[in-house]
């Protein structure tokens, strides 16, 4: 069975500063992983997400994260943080295997604050 | 990519009632997943519904209590039992979607359940 762990439930960071959410999985399979964030009261947004290939993913709105599999890591990263980054961010990991249909479970998710 | 009309968006139910969530998928879908988010927390996976079978459930949920129908491939319903104050939260189906420009997994917009 897969599991996601999100290190911090809270992140303060500094507009401008470096934003950096760490997420460590467990999975039987090769993972499929995900960055998602949510804004208050709204649903979820693809960030990002890794299946195959080049370990690191560019998403939406500058950020980036790299699938490190013998850390099984998959941090998410921003260069510069902006007060609009403020939200909730899960990170979330799949058991697909090549084409066989797989569950999706997330982790404990992770409260980005952007101080001006 | 998939679109998946859910339906209530929102309901508030007294104690000790009934409420039947639908999903309706515009494509045929082998899989559907129902997610829990309580309040200030993560999604947490209820169960997988696959057609023609029993839906499997996670740790911690029983069909009792959340009994799911899956007549066909674009349909499925959620029904949260016996309600109590403690089942407050957003209800959500999610289907696998892997085509053209598809982010891997999409969501229903939720119901938000309120029960007093």
């Known amino acids: 069975a897969q599991s996601v762990t999100q290190l911090g439930s809270h992140v303060s960071v500094s507009e401008g500063a470096l934003v950096l959410l760490r997420c460590n999985y467990s999975s039987s399979v090769p993972p499929y992983l995900f960055w998602y964030v949510q804004y208050p009261n709204q649903g979820l947004q693809l960030l990002l997400k890794y299946t195959t290939g080049a370990t690191l993913v560019k998403g939406i709105n500058g950020f980036e994260a790299e699938f490190k599999k013998s850390e099984t890591s998959f941090h998410l990263t921003k260069p510069s943080a902006h007060m609009s980054d403020a939200a909730e961010y899960f990170c979330?990991?799949?058991?697909?295997?090549?084409?066989?249909?797989?569950?999706?479970?997330f982790g404990q998710g992770t409260e980005l604050s952007v101080k001006p | 990519s998939a679109v998946i009309s859910q339906k209530p968006s929102r309901d508030i139910c007294q104690r000790g009632t009934s409420l039947t969530i639908q999903c309706q998928v515009d494509?045929?879908?082998?899989?559907m997943f129902w997610y829990r988010q309580q309040p200030g927390q993560s999604l947490t996976l209820i169960a997988t519904a696959n057609q023609g079978s029993e839906a499997t459930y996670e740790s911690g949920f029983v069909i009792d209590k959340f009994p799911i129908s899956r007549p066909n491939l674009t349909f499925s319903t959620l029904t949260v039992s016996n309600m109590s104050p403690e089942d407050s939260s957003i209800y959500l189906c999610?289907?696998?979607?892997w085509g053209q420009g598809a982010g891997g997994y999409t969501f229903g917009s939720g119901t938000r359940l309120t029960v007093v």
């Open positions: 979330a990991v799949s058991d697909r295997l090549y084409n066989q249909g797989g569950k999706l479970i």
């Open positions: 494509s045929q879908v082998t899989m």
């Open positions: 999610s289907v696998e979607d």
